[in-house]
C-alpha cells in the first residue's frame, strides 16, 4: 500500500496541477522538495488524528501540501495552491493504486507561510479516509 501523499499525488497530475518529478515547469514531490524547479508542489504524509479502525481496514490519515512559487510571484503561488485545492477537495470515492478512498476533506485553507529566496510559499492541510486493500487482523468493510 502507497502513502496517501503518494497515491493523491496521481490526482494532482491527472488534474493538470504539474508533473510528477518535473525539473522545470510545476514538478510534484512526494517528502521533499528540491531546490530547483522555484515551481513545486510537495506533499508531505503528516500522520493522522486519530488511530486507525483496530476492528475493520479503514484509516485516517492526514497530508500536508506545500506550494511554492516563482520569486515574486504572489499570484501565480496562489493561483496553484487554489488549483491544488480544486483538485482535491470533494473528491469522490475512488480507488487509486489499489487503495479505496472515501473521502478527502480540507482542514485548513490555502495558508500564506512566508518567502523563501524570495519566492512565496503557500500550505493546505487535508483529512483523509481510506481502507486498505488487505491487513493482517482487520477485516474488509
Same mark, same amino acid.
Given at each position: 500500500?502507497? #502513502? =496517501?501523499?503518494? +497515491? *493523491?499525488? &496521481?490526482? $494532482?497530475? #491527472?488534474?493538470?496541477?504539474?508533473?510528477? !518529478? !518535473?525539473?522545470?515547469?510545476?514538478?510534484?514531490?512526494?517528502?521533499?522538495?528540491? +531546490?530547483?524547479? &522555484? /515551481?513545486?508542489?510537495? *506533499? %508531505?504524509?503528516?500522520?493522522?488524528?486519530?488511530?486507525?479502525?483496530? !476492528?475493520? *481496514?479503514? +484509516?485516517?490519515?492526514?497530508?500536508?501540501?506545500?506550494?511554492?512559487?516563482?520569486?515574486?510571484?504572489?499570484?501565480?503561488?496562489?493561483?496553484? !495552491?487554489? =488549483?491544488?485545492?480544486?483538485?482535491? $477537495?470533494?473528491?469522490?470515492?475512488? /480507488?487509486?493504486?489499489? /487503495?479505496?478512498? &472515501?473521502?478527502?476533506?480540507?482542514?485548513? +485553507?490555502?495558508? %500564506?507561510?512566508?518567502?523563501?529566496?524570495?519566492?512565496?510559499?503557500?500550505?493546505?492541510?487535508?483529512?483523509?479516509?481510506?481502507?486498505?486493500? /488487505?491487513?493482517? %487482523?482487520?477485516? #474488509? *468493510?
Amino acid at each position: 500500500m502507497n #502513502s =496517501a501523499a503518494m +497515491d *493523491l499525488k &496521481d490526482v $494532482l497530475v #491527472s488534474a493538470g496541477v504539474g508533473t510528477f !518529478a !518535473a525539473s522545470s515547469g510545476w514538478g510534484i514531490y512526494i517528502g521533499f522538495e528540491p +531546490d530547483s524547479p &522555484d /515551481t513545486v508542489v510537495t *506533499l %508531505y504524509d503528516t500522520g493522522s488524528f486519530e488511530e486507525p479502525n483496530p !476492528a475493520y *481496514l479503514l +484509516d485516517f490519515p492526514t497530508m500536508q501540501i506545500r506550494i511554492r512559487g516563482a520569486k515574486n510571484d504572489y499570484p501565480g503561488a496562489f493561483s496553484k !495552491a487554489n =488549483a491544488v485545492k480544486e483538485a482535491l $477537495l470533494g473528491l469522490p470515492a475512488q /480507488t487509486i493504486n489499489g /487503495t479505496r478512498y &472515501d473521502g478527502v476533506w480540507m482542514i485548513s +485553507d490555502v495558508s %500564506y507561510i512566508g518567502v523563501e529566496k524570495e519566492r512565496p510559499i503557500f500550505t493546505t492541510n487535508w483529512r483523509i479516509a481510506r481502507e486498505p486493500a /488487505t491487513g493482517t %487482523y482487520r477485516a #474488509s *468493510l
